[in-house]
């Protein structure tokens, strides 16, 4: 072959990397360059490089989607001027690339840009919808065909194909070439079935199904387990996970029970564990379960005894709600601190029944402050055996604090034994 340096000097070589190692880089004389060649071309992009093999150029283009060596490749029988060639034959990587067609098919409206660039956006989409399409295969694998594809991108090599021949996908498209797609089943497989036919929500009734379900399910869970503030980012990590079929409902409840209950045993996601890491996200409190804790200690135990509880402690209380018979565990543990704090009259009972038979008792001997003023009083009152002694004790109390109820009440009794006179008017006395 005839190769031309920049000063437009013709020599005869073997092959073009001998041409090339001494400066030829031309196929024609530079100086003719502006007038029409035998090969007519609307456009001849520049690619990332340019290799040969048996009089055939294959220009490369990096697919910037992974970190490996992925490519889209067209072929010439020209190696046109402006591009990189490189000396090595292109067997090492044809494996890992997709052949695009021939160079003279390019558009023109692809002049000086990278063809796959107009196809990202609409790969980076089809990505999101179909996390299988940025996968490798392992090492030795074969496809239905008998074709070796251990290392490559399989499923995006079908799929790059697909955009340059505007075909529309099957699953048997995927599956007879690819082994990632073919080992598919259960949830998995549902869905990819469904973005075979489209990832459009709004023309693909399957997948929109198959949305409105993994929706559906979430937000049950987050209501079930009262993870009503989750960040956002867990939601739609485990909304993903739902969808594509990697979390199948019982996997899905799982993570939600323990996100719910930390501290019960469980099988948590390792992948779901390292995101909630490397995403610095914390996982919601489930108000629900720590406000039946709150409840229930106030219950049990009143609102003196519950004021013992943290914050903290009641979060861990609440894990009892994630395991069987959790509850009654519960109900044991505050009936031993309920019972080793008040008179054996009240043991086995609750605040509540206890206050229930005190309350009318108070009520009529003053303006009875549960919850407030008379919370120490009422902690008395549970420690004392003489259930005779509870009238007397709340006068006293009452009157020692000028209630109000208490002296209107002493005020009436006093005036029942004809000393109404005397209250009505201290000058008869002479007290005033």
Not at 107 to 129: M, Q, T
Not at 136 to 154: K, R
Not at 227 to 250: F, H, I
């Amino acid at each position: 072959m005839i190769m031309y340096d920049k000063d437009g000097n013709a020599k005869e070589f073997s092959n073009v990397q001998s041409a090339v190692a001494e400066g030829y880089t031309f196929s024609v004389p530079p100086s003719t360059l502006e007038t029409p060649t035998d090969v007519e071309l609307e456009v001849t992009p520049t690619a990332d490089f340019v290799r040969e093999a048996d009089g055939k150029y294959y220009y490369f283009f990096k697919v910037p989607l992974v970190e490996e060596e992925l490519y889209t490749y067209y072929t010439s029988d020209t190696l046109f001027d402006g591009q990189e060639f490189q000396s090595e034959t292109p067997d090492s990587i044809l494996s890992s690339s997709v052949f695009f067609g021939d160079l003279a098919q390019i558009p023109a409206e692809y002049s000086g840009v990278n063809p796959v660039d107009y196809f990202i956006s609409e790969i980076k989409a089809e990505a999101v919808k179909n996390p299988q399409l940025l996968n490798v295969e392992p090492d030795g694998a074969v496809n239905q065909l008998g074709e070796e594809i251990g290392g490559t991108y399989s499923v995006l090599n079908v799929y790059l194909e697909s955009l340059f021949e505007g075909k529309t996908l099957t699953y048997d498209d995927y599956a007879v070439r690819s082994n990632i797609i073919n080992s598919l089943t259960g949830d998995e497989l549902t869905y990819f079935k469904a973005t075979a036919l489209g990832t459009d929500r709004a023309s693909n009734a399957t997948l929109r199904n198959l949305e409105d379900k993994a929706m559906l399910e979430i937000s049950g869970l987050m209501a079930q387990y009262g993870l009503v503030d989750l960040d956002e980012t867990l939601t739609d990590y485990m909304y993903s996970q739902r969808l594509t079929g990697k979390y199948d409902s019982k996997m899905l409840a799982e993570q939600f029970r323990l996100l719910a209950f930390p501290e019960l045993p469980g099988y948590r996601d390792p992948a779901f564990t390292q995101y909630i890491k490397d995403n610095a996200t914390n996982a919601s409190v489930s108000k629900a379960y720590t406000n039946k804790v709150e409840q229930k200690l106030l219950q049990k135990l009143g609102p003196d005894l519950s004021s013992g509880f943290t914050s903290t402690d009641i979060q861990s209380l609440s894990n009892v709600y994630g395991i069987k018979g959790g509850e009654a565990i519960l109900d044991a543990q505050l009936q031993e601190i309920w019972d080793a704090n008040v008179a054996d009259r009240y043991k086995g009972k609750s605040y509540n029944i206890a206050l229930a038979s005190l309350r009318p008792v108070l009520a009529k001997e003053g303006n009875f402050d549960e919850n407030g003023r008379d919370k120490d009083f009422v902690y008395s009152l549970l420690q004392e055996e003489d259930s005779t002694k509870v009238a007397s004790l709340a006068r006293a109390h009452f009157i020692s604090l000028n209630d109000e109820g208490a002296l209107t009440k002493m005020a009436s009794g006093l005036k029942g034994q004809g000393l109404g006179q005397v209250i009505a008017s201290g000058t008869v006395t002479g007290i005033y």
